[in-house]
């Protein structure tokens, strides 16, 4: 079965919205020209709203705030979480702590989405396919 699509992380879906430098070019074209299906998972919801409550997300709060007319603007789909996810994300041998990123990475490889990041720790996943 090939790839039926694309999901972004967080920081991709962040800096697709407001037009960053930071989103590498291929990225950037996907988000741009890509016909194929374009996925936001929904821990990114959580994740963006939970870091700019708590402060860590100080410049993204007007994305915080309209956070569902940003996903509607971009044109993707949204990727509900469900128990395959959690459990594979959960039992996942992966010395990478960070559960917003355990989870993504369960979802591209259930879903056989390639996961548009430029975290360095996805590489360690042969499994995920990734782009930048």
Sequence with gaps: M??????????????SIQKDVKLGSKANDIVKNCETPLYLSAISAYEI???HRIGKLPEYGEISNNYFN?????????????THHT?????LEWSHRDPFDRLLAAQASIENLVLIT???AFDTLPWVKTLW
């Design 2 to 15: 090939g790839t039926v699509g694309y999901l972004l992380d967080t920081c991709a879906f962040l800096w």
């Design 49 to 51: 709203a939970y870091k």
């Design 70 to 82: 940003f996903i509607q603007k971009l044109n993707v789909m949204e990727l509900p979480i469900n």
């Design 87 to 91: 459990y594979f994300a959960g039992k």
């Design 118 to 120: 430029n975290d360095s």
